[in-house]
Nanobody
Framework: QVQLVESGGGLVQAGGSLKLSCAAS????????MGWFRQAPGKEREFVAA????????YYTDSVKGRFTISRDNDKNTMYLRMNNLKPEDTAVYYC?????????????????????WGQGTQVTVSS
């Protein structure tokens, strides 16, 4: 089993910044990729960003490109999401995800079906 623990959420004014962290622990973590999804009240869960663990290739949804940066520290098994120029529409619960069992998962990193582990979520609230 793998445990994912998010931190760094909170309340910020529009235009402000936050940095989310996600630490992976448990059995020896050999993740293929990690990412972030978010879900706002009354809306469907949506992909935010993902990063491949070895090559560090990154993927973003269009609405956050240029504002959010995903990164990882392989030695610490930790992933980060730096969020700049936050907007009220970024308000949501942000979920950390990890992809390990490649053979049984979707190959589409933009899909929730590509990930087999999910964190509990951290709230990000952006006030106008």
């Amino acid at each position: 089993q793998v445990q994912l623990v998010e931190s760094g959420g909170g309340l910020v004014q529009a235009g402000g910044s936050l940095k989310l962290s996600c630490a992976a622990s448990g059995r020896t973590f050999r993740g293929v990729a990690m990412g972030w999804f978010r879900q706002a009240p009354g809306k469907e869960r949506e992909f935010v960003a993902a990063i491949t663990w070895s090559a560090g290739s990154t993927y973003y949804t269009d609405s956050v490109k240029g504002r959010f940066t995903i990164s990882r520290d392989n030695d610490k098994n930790t992933m980060y999401l730096r969020m700049n120029n936050l907007k009220p529409e970024d308000t949501a619960v942000y979920y950390c995800v990890a992809r390990t069992a490649v053979a049984s998962l979707s190959s589409n990193l933009y899909s929730p079906a590509a990930y087999d582990y999910w964190g509990q979520g951290t709230q990000v609230t952006v006030s106008s």
